[in-house]
DNA sequence: TTATTTATTGTACATAATACAATATCTAAA
DNA sequence: TTTAGATATTGTATTATGTACAATAAATAA
């Protein structure tokens, strides 16, 4: 089958999928070779590709950040679409996606979606044989991304911010799933970009009852060891 | 010059006004009327097209709702896009655009503003002949719009409530220029679905300075007439 | 044993949110 | 002119929430 008629080279969606390590948001990139004038070039994109001529949008998100990383069973929600007419205007990102997907491309409006993930969930390629890493945010801002992927970036991380205020629960999602109340606190403070007195917070999960106490400390650390907690879903308000 | 060489029929910006009469939040709609075996049918649709080949979204939404309504310098924020494959299929929506479009049509993804706007704004048709009405969101349940313009609708009444929010001064967009506290605790309360306090509002609306009393009451009520406020928006936080 | 590191916990104070009703001012009708 | 009806205007007491602040406990490493 010709890619012209399977694919809508016009719409594409792309995936801001943020991780946290402990002490800081990452963010997922893949990896992008590009052979221009006999020299490879490397730099990075989002995961994210254009759509399929009759798919829907939260389908084709779900499916091409499954087909880049293998990521299944996410939370994705869309943020903003971009359309700026220069958004696909560099000769390098053409040249990509012209070899890549086999397609004359003209302007491409992009739908954005964010997603927030547990750091430690293996990612595989499955459909390409590209790779994915992730990146401290501040890297991000030294980097020269394809497209206006950056700027989708900071776009996203506005909205999980906006996202992690209204439904805290979703906190849990970037956490382990045993988590002590200082990583929780690392979280809260780095998304929220402040820094909260630990009393305080410490008696604001007190009052939480899907944050639960487990019979347990952690490990192989080099000073008194904290308790462990998780999260239970079914104790939400 | 051809339609085809200037407009991108894949993708379209739909804006959702709104306007607030004292009682009740209205939106603005397009009539649109249908010739179909013979028998003219009127129904209605947002105000909205597909954007040009060249142009940036943002820009497309000024120009589309300023063409079909005349409307300049006004608040627009994008709040969503919506891409099902149903939402180009019904017969007598392809119709209608290809009639209007002079273009064939696929599935078209479309990007949703709001707008909020003062419901006294004189609204001129410029570019076609149509009519645009202020409709309450009661009646709209009952009507079946174009599209998916209902679902569009509801989407960017969730999205009004969030900015009204976390923005209070986007209230002012709403209200006549000279206001009462009653107006601005009605316009509040039918946003925010709530019954507030009349004390406990007007001691919140004394805390805020850009609300500056004038020397001026209401007129034509047929009891105590209350004071008018204006907006300043100088004396913002 | 001591130094070091992080965990854990409570109280006093300030601020914000809420509940609640009597009086004032105007129009219209008797 | 009087009265009824309608809406405007205003304050206080109580409760809930947020904030500031430091001493002790438990573990490891030297």
């Given amino acids: 089958m010709n890619t012209e008629t399977i694919y809508n080279p016009y719409v594409s969606v792309d995936c801001v999928v943020f991780g946290f ?24 994109k989002l995961p994210g590709s254009i759509i399929l001529k009759d798919e ?10 499954n087909e880049l990383t293998g990521l299944k069973n ?4 869309q943020f903003h679409s971009f359309g700026s007419p220069e ?7 053409i040249l990509w996606l012209e070899n890549t997907m086999k397609l004359k491309i003209e302007r491409i409006v992009t739908v954005g979606y964010v997603a927030l993930i547990k750091i430690n969930r293996k990612i595989q390629v499955l459909s390409d ?3 994915a890493n992730w990146y401290d945010l501040k890297e991000v801002k030294k980097m020269r991304l394809a497209f206006d992927h950056e700027e989708i970036i900071w776009k996203g991380l506005e909205h999980i911010r906006y996202k992690l205020d209204r439904e805290p ?16 606190r690392t979280l809260h403070d780095t998304v929220h ?17 899907f944050v639960v106490a487990l019979d347990e400390v952690e490990k192989n650390v080099p000073h008194r060891a904290a308790r462990l907690y998780k999260f239970d879903r079914k104790k939400m308000w």
């Fill in 21 to 44: 390590d402990g002490e800081k948001l990452k963010v997922l990139l893949i990896e992008r070779n590009i052979k221009e004038s006999n020299e490879w070039y490397n730099d990075k």
């Fill in 56 to 65: 829907d949008l939260d389908d084709a998100a779900i499916r091409i950040l």
């Fill in 74 to 77: 996410i939370y994705l929600s």
């Fill in 87 to 93: 958004r696909t205007k560099n000769p390098r990102d």
């Fill in 129 to 131: 044989n590209t790779e």
């Fill in 169 to 184: 629960s979703l906190f849990f999602e970037l956490l382990p799933r045993k988590f002590t109340i200082s990583q929780l």
């Fill in 193 to 209: 970009q402040v820094r909260s007195d630990i009393r305080n917070f410490q008696k604001k999960v007190a009052q939480m009852p």
